[in-house]
T-cell receptor
């Protein structure tokens, strides 16, 4: 069974700090990786996706992928209180476009 | 771009009635849509994959006769919860894959529909 693991948190970081969110996956054949942000009571919002090993940057967000270690992470620089949300890691094995979601990490950015 | 809408955003119904939820891709065509449900403090659970012009593919444990899915066009999929009961109360979210965009397997989510069955 394909699994995606995330620490449920809460992860608490002070405003302006770097938040580091981690995710591991079990299916070595996974092809694409996604980070979604979900505010309480709302639906997930795509932050970014990554396909290749290495780093991918988009504004304050950087996704990092290491397929050998089956590990994907999301860094949020200059964290803001508005970043406080649950961050979902999702993995696609490339065959049916279905995503396997982790349970999410709750991030709290404190003033 | 890649905006997905859902209607209604919330609904309250009596036990035994049926409820239809619409999912629309507003600025793109979606050959594939997905339906999820989410209980409080839990992650998303995929219910079914909806492909335009064909029958939906349901995940194990999801009753296809209870959760009717129709994907009649490239921009509309509907989920009907038949004979709803209080245990069906949940947050129902659809997503769509935007054909033709750079990332061909990125799912964009609708805002969700909160169903409460009394």
């Amino acid at each position: 069974q394909k699994e995606v693991e995330q620490n449920s948190g809460p992860l608490s970081v002070p405003e302006g700090a770097i938040a580091s969110l981690n995710c591991t996956y079990s299916d070595r054949g996974s092809q694409s990786f996604f980070w979604y942000r979900q505010y309480s009571g709302k639906s997930p919002e795509l932050i970014m996706f990554i396909y290749s090993n290495g780093d991918k940057e988009d504004g304050r967000f950087t996704a990092q992928l290491n397929k050998a270690s089956q590990y994907v992470s999301l860094l949020i620089r200059d964290s803001q209180p508005s970043d406080s949300a649950t961050y979902l890691c999702a993995v696609n094995d490339g065959t049916a476009s279905k995503l396997t979601f982790g349970t999410g990490t709750r991030l709290q950015v404190t003033l | 771009g890649a905006v997905v809408s859902q209607h209604p955003s919330w609904v309250i119904c009596k036990s035994g009635t049926s409820v239809k939820i619409e999912c629309r891709s507003l600025d793109f065509q979606a050959t594939t849509m997905f339906w999820y449900r989410q209980f409080p403090k839990q992650s998303l659970m995929l219910m079914a994959t909806s492909n335009e012009g064909s029958k939906a593919t349901y995940e194990q444990g999801v009753e296809k006769d209870k959760f009717l899915i129709n994907h009649a066009s490239l921009t509309l999929s509907t989920l009907t919860v038949t004979s709803a009961h209080p245990e069906d109360s949940s947050f129902y979210i659809c997503s769509a894959i935007a054909s033709g965009l750079a990332s061909t397997d990125t799912q964009y989510f609708g805002p969700g529909t909160r169903l409460t069955v009394l």
